[in-house]
């Protein structure tokens, strides 16, 4: 059964600090990674994709994957306390499968 | 506006009575997929279809039936629903390429 595994948090940072979310993946041949934020009561609502080994930088977020240590990143620059809210990582295992991760809950505290 | 429409938001039934839950995109995706949420566990996918007519399971399926008749429209049915379905259900649609999925507002369903 393939996996996607998040640390549940929560976490905290203080307003204006670098939040950094991870996740890790069990199947090495998984090719497309998303992240996803959710507010309490909400859909989930698409922040980035990353499908290549590195850096994706798009305004204060930065997505990171690293294919040899399975694993993929969220780095949220300048944190805000409307960024506060639960972060999704999801690999999408090819097909027409998407697995996703139980979440990270992030507070960012003013 | 492009979205994906969910019916009814909130819903309180009783063990067995039949429902349904609705599922309506506008953007002429090929894919849909249904996914409950539950604490701690988070999205699992129920089932899923590639185009009208073609469907299939995902890792949660029991208890749970679909259709795809036509292109815009995946419901969700609970033929007899029990308690341990008592959860927060999402539809998501998304094209060929890229993957990046559309969800819908949700759907609260608690079974007594």
């Known amino acids: 059964q393939k996996e996607v595994e998040q640390n549940s948090g929560p976490l905290s940072v203080p307003e204006g600090a670098i939040a950094s979310l991870n996740c890790t993946y069990s199947?090495?041949?998984?090719?497309?990674f998303f992240w996803y934020r959710q507010y309490s009561g909400k859909s989930p609502e698409l922040i980035m994709s990353i499908y290549s080994n590195g850096d994706k930088e798009d305004g204060r977020f930065t997505a990171q994957l690293n294919k040899a240590s399975q694993y993929v990143s969220l780095l949220i620059r300048d944190s805000q306390p409307s960024d506060s809210a639960t972060y999704l990582c999801a690999d999408h295992t090819g097909g027409f499968k998407t697995i996703f991760g139980a979440g990270t809950r992030l507070f960012v505290k003013a | 506006e492009a979205q994906v429409t969910q019916n009814p938001r909130y819903l309180i039934t009783v063990t067995g009575k039949k429902l349904t839950v609705t599922c309506s995109q506008n953007?002429?995706?090929?894919?849909m997929s249904w996914y409950r949420q539950d604490p701690g566990l988070g999205l699992r996918q129920i089932y899923y279809s590639m185009n009208v007519e073609v469907t299939d399971k995902g890792d949660v399926p029991e208890g749970y039936k679909v259709s795809r008749k036509e292109k815009r429209n995946f419901p969700l049915i609970l033929e007899s629903p029990s308690p341990n379905q008592t959860s927060l259900y999402f539809c998501?649609?998304?094209?060929?390429?890229?993957?990046?999925?559309?969800f819908g507002p949700g759907t609260r369903l608690t079974v007594t």
């Open positions: 953007m002429n995706h090929e894919y």
């Open positions: 199947d090495r041949g998984s090719q497309s």
């Open positions: 998501a649609s998304r094209g060929q390429v890229p993957y990046e999925q559309y």
